[in-house]
């Protein structure tokens, strides 16, 4: 009940934020629908129709397989259904069509919800699986220059713990560098005892028994 609760405040929140006009502003050759690809869906989802929702999604899904408004959809039915490989699955069509620059700006506020899904699901799917291997392989191949900077942080999140899944080093390394992360954390020491109003004090030098190396991108985001 409350998954069912949730689904329908996320299907209000994107119909009442326009995404349905911003990230399909128009059909795709061959449609036939009436409003934007999968606006009828995400409708039925608003009105508690999971059933219906899930058909017209699949309909809408085969005739535009590449319009983000659907993959969306789809991906939600899976979640609804325990089916996280094609949720996960659902979600990296998204963001592939997003990182094209596609949605203007609700596009970069649907990005971020779809990579902070993407890594929900990543944590309920034990390693190994080959669909989801499949699906990380994607996700870390993701061009970043497009997308909002919530997405890229989200993204970069995803990254950090794909590698610490899969227990590789180099790639935990290579993604932090990429990201732009922190390399380091050096901590100075306290100007006076109330430093909030103590700003004109001068601060010592770098305590070099407090420094330390990160590999990960956890620290870039303190």
Do not use: N
Request: hydrophobic share 50%.
């Amino acid at each position: 009940m409350k998954a069912a609760r949730s689904v329908r405040w996320i299907a209000a929140w994107l119909l009442a934020t326009g995404c349905a006009g911003s990230l399909a502003q128009r059909s795709p050759a061959g449609w036939s629908g009436t409003g934007a690809p999968g606006e009828a869906g995400w409708r039925a989802l608003v009105d508690g129709h999971l059933a219906e929702a899930e058909r017209l999604f699949a309909a809408e899904r085969a005739r535009a397989p590449g319009e983000v408004w659907v993959a969306l959809g789809a991906a939600t039915i899976a979640v609804e259904r325990g089916q996280d490989a094609p949720a996960l699955a659902a979600y990296v069509d998204a963001l592939e069509v997003l990182a094209t620059g596609q949605g203007g700006a609700s596009g970069a506020l649907v990005a971020a919800l779809a990579a902070a899904r993407a890594a929900d699901l990543l944590d309920e799917i034990p390693p190994g699986d080959a669909a989801v291997g499949r699906a990380e392989q994607r996700l870390l191949a993701l061009p970043r220059e497009r997308l909002g900077w919530e997405a890229r942080v989200e993204l970069a999140r995803l990254g950090d713990r794909i590698a610490r899944r899969r227990g590789d080093s180099a790639l935990l390394e290579r993604l932090a560098r990429e990201a732009g992360c922190a390399r380091g954390v050096v901590q100075l020491g306290v100007a006076g005892r109330l430093p909030h109003l103590d700003l004109e004090a001068v601060f010592p030098g770098p305590a070099t028994t407090g420094t330390t190396s990160t590999s990960s991108s956890t620290a870039g985001f303190i």
